[in-house]
């Protein structure tokens, strides 16, 4: 059948899985304190929901599927998805998003699934710091989660980095200097001045030129490749093990060649992290609709996928659509 073309003649070819709104963590930009709302059990997609929107998405295109949250280790069972999921023809890349609290006992499991690459927020190499941005875990366990992502071959393992003014700016080298003897990819990505209210301060962002200004320091950086890199993009130092990334949303926008949709756990279809406005797939699910009803269910998200994003009036809480 036809594939999914938006508007703009952009191909969707990756769809990106929330699978709960639920966090350990509190990262200061992400979630209140008290949490949000939780979801109602009845009201998140089965992992057969789930599964049976990716099987019929592979039919129009999509071959790449990243399952995230909320925080994806926290839904119970989620290596079980990532099985069912893993054993679907046509699903070439498949990968995750976490905080990597959990990662350290969950990591074998996952692998062995047939999670094939990871990728791990980490604001802070201090502590403390950590702890005053996250609100809650420990630094030490997502050190130990990434030691063992490396060790189970999760490869390439990525370490994303929200990099916000007067908060964590000043770590950006130490950062940098771990794509030096591992084979870790650093991604550096611009703080987004939207979702939880009570954070999203437009003097948090940090540019990127003046990341890669910061970096000079340590040498020359040259292009580089890395699987699954997307809107990044991707250098190293001479010699380095892993590589640097950067990451736009502000100063440079991807959105001409966005090829994503977003499917949160409660089961709306968004064609864009900046949208107000996600299509109800789990209720038509649960009342017999099957393939084509589905597929245009997919059209109208992409009749609404706009051709930038833009700030202005949103709404987003990152942890629901899943960043
Ligand atoms: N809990 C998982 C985690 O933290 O990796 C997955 C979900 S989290 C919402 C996904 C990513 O979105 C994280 O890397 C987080 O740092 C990023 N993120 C959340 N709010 C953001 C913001 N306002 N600007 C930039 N990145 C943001
Ligand atoms: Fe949780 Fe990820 Fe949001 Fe942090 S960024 S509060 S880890 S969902």
């Known amino acids: 059948m036809k594939g999914l073309i938006d508007r703009y003649n952009r191909k969707i070819t990756y769809l990106r899985i929330s699978v709960t ?17 939780p979801l109602r059990h009845e009201d998140i997609l089965k992992f057969e929901e789930i599964e049976e929107i990716v099987r019929y998405s592979i039919d129009w295109g999509v071959d790449k599927v990243r399952i995230t949250g909320g925080e ?3 839904r119970k069972g989620v290596v079980y998805l990532v099985e069912m999921l893993a054993h679907l023809k046509g699903i070439e890349d498949l990968s995750m998003t976490t905080n990597g609290i959990l990662l350290k006992g969950y990591a074998k499991d996952l692998k062995n699934a047939g999670l094939q690459r990871i990728n791990i927020s980490l604001d802070s190499l201090d502590a403390n710091k950590f702890h005053r941005i996250a609100k809650a875990g420990r630094l030490s366990l997502v050190l130990d989660g990434i030691e063992e992502a490396l060790k189970r071959g999760l490869e390439p393992v990525k370490i994303n980095v929200v990099v916000m003014k007067g908060i964590n700016d000043d770590e950006v080298l130490d950062f940098a200097k771990m794509s030096r003897d591992r084979p870790l990819h650093i991604r550096f990505i611009e703080y987004m001045p939207f979702g939880y209210k009570g954070f999203a301060k437009e003097d948090r962002f940090f540019p990127t030129s003046q990341i890669e200004e910061r970096l000079r320091e340590l040498g020359e950086l040259i292009p580089a490749e890395v699987r699954g890199a997307g809107p990044a993009k991707s250098f190293k130092f001479k010699k380095s093990l892993g590589t640097i990334g950067f990451i ?12 994503r949709l977003r499917l949160t756990a409660d089961g709306k279809l ?24 589905i597929k245009e269910l997919f059209e109208e998200a992409l009749k609404n996928k706009p051709e930038k994003h833009s700030l202005k ?11």
């Open 270 to 293: 968004y064609p864009c992290l900046f949208s107000d406005y996600g299509v109800d797939i789990k209720t038509p699910l649960r009342t017999g609709a099957g393939y084509r009803e």
């Open 21 to 37: 709104d639920r966090c350990n963590l509190r990262c200061i930009y992400c979630m209140p304190l008290g949490g949000i709302k």
């Open 313 to 323: 009036g949103n709404n987003q809480v990152m942890s629901k659509i899943g960043g």
């Open 72 to 74: 994806p280790l926290v």
């Open 248 to 259: 736009t949303p502000m100063s440079e926008h991807f959105c001409a060649t966005c090829n």
